[in-house]
């Protein structure tokens, strides 16, 4: 009352005043604690990006070392008190198949076996592979 008669207007208009001066404070402090949460947000963010990479590079060096591992591992057991000539690989589970028009493999010191590995069937061009000694 004291305020508004020095100011010479209504009760009602000063009111007011103060009224919108609360809501453009409280807008301003939402405002604020609006951009600090954007902030830590981006930043928690980018965070968890850089972490996320830094796991799927430390995810390939682990394939790669397994895959190392299963290298070396063949190759110890391969090397382990026999050399590759020396040895003799079964390169096949399949028991051999009578009837063929060829001698399949059974026995080799290849790894791989001919039928295995072959994309396109002998039966396909008509001919018949050497045997091998």
């Known amino acids: 009352m004291k305020l508004s008669k020095e100011l010479g207007l209504q009760p009602r208009q000063i009111a007011v005043w103060f009224q919108n001066r609360r809501a453009r404070w409280k807008a301003k402090q939402l405002q604020h604690s609006y951009n600090t949460l954007k902030h830590e947000y981006d930043v928690t963010y980018m965070e968890k990006q850089m972490l996320q990479d830094e796991v799927m590079e430390l995810k390939g060096m ?46 080799c010191n290849n790894i791989f076996n001919e039928d295995e590995n ?9 001919i018949q592979l050497p045997s091998y000694p």
Not at 90 to 105: E, F, H, L, Q, V
């Open 62 to 107: 682990l394939m790669e070392q397994a895959t190392r591992n299963q290298v070396s591992t063949v190759y110890k057991e391969i090397s382990g008190g026999e050399t590759i000539e020396s040895s003799s690989i079964r390169s096949s589970n399949k028991p051999s198949r009578a009837g063929n028009d060829y001698d399949p493999i059974v026995e």
């Open 118 to 126: 072959n994309p396109v069937s002998t039966h396909y061009w008509d």
